[in-house]
Every structure is written in structure tokens, then in C-alpha cells.
């Protein structure tokens, strides 16, 4: 059983919206960090956004500072990355994770994170 499971990816023009959600499955991940990461063709997976277990802190990549706001509903038991000011350079597929970690920034590197969904298709078109 996959214990994350995301949605909200699409097709979308470039300076669009989309916000990507990720709800945990048979497990709480409440004490847990969580991140997304993406993986274009071509490219190795890399580290987008993560946030801390209470969702006080939060981290991101160059790239998507300022344009991506990553939060969490840890009554839900859910994820959300809201992506504004997409560009074509953002297509890729996007994983949410959950980390061992509680927070910390070794929550950039995809090792830390033992928990995975199988990933949500982001098109961004120009």
C-alpha cells in the first residue's frame, strides 16, 4: 500500500496556477517532516519544498522561492504545495514525501525521506 498519495497535477499555462495536495494513507505522518520533490525528463529528481513536523518552518529550492508555498494539515493528515507563476521550466512529476526528520535542512536531500507517493504530472506550457 502507498502510503502517500498526490493529486491536483495538470496541464497549464505558463503564469497559471495549481495547487498539489498529498494525503497520507493508513498511516499519520504528523510527527513526520514532509517535502515534494519533482523529476523532469531527462533530469534527476531534486528537492522543491519541504516543511517541518508542526509546519512552523519551512524550506525550499532557489528556484521555486516566491512562487511556491508549501503547508500541511496535520489534522487532515495532508500536504499541499500551491505553485503561482508557473513557468515551462516546472514541468515535471511531483512526489511528496515524509521524512524520519522533524526538521532541519537535510530535509533538501531525498535520502532523508523513506516515504513516498507515486507522483503527480505538472505541464506547464509557454
Known amino acids: 500500500q502507498v502510503p502517500l498519495v498526490e493529486s491536483g497535477g495538470g496541464l497549464v499555462q505558463a503564469g497559471g496556477s495549481l495547487r498539489l495536495s498529498c494525503v497520507a494513507s493508513?498511516?499519520?505522518?504528523?510527527?513526520?517532516?514532509m517535502g515534494w520533490f519533482r523529476q523532469a525528463p531527462g533530469k534527476e529528481r531534486e528537492f522543491v519544498a519541504a516543511?517541518?513536523?508542526?509546519?512552523?518552518?519551512?524550506y525550499y529550492a532557489d528556484s521555486v522561492k516566491g512562487r511556491f508555498t508549501i503547508s500541511r494539515d496535520n489534522i487532515e493528515n495532508a500536504l499541499y504545495l500551491q505553485m503561482n507563476g508557473l513557468k515551462p521550466e516546472d514541468t515535471a512529476v511531483y512526489y511528496c514525501?515524509?521524512?524520519?526528520?522533524?526538521?532541519?535542512?537535510?530535509?533538501?536531500?531525498?535520502?532523508?525521506?523513506?516515504?513516498w507517493g507515486q507522483g503527480t504530472q505538472v505541464t506547464v506550457s509557454s
Open positions: 516543511i517541518s513536523d508542526v509546519g512552523t518552518t519551512t
Open positions: 493508513g498511516r499519520t505522518f504528523r510527527t513526520n517532516a
Open positions: 514525501a515524509a521524512s524520519n526528520l522533524r526538521f532541519g535542512i537535510l530535509l533538501r536531500t531525498q535520502q532523508e525521506y523513506p516515504y
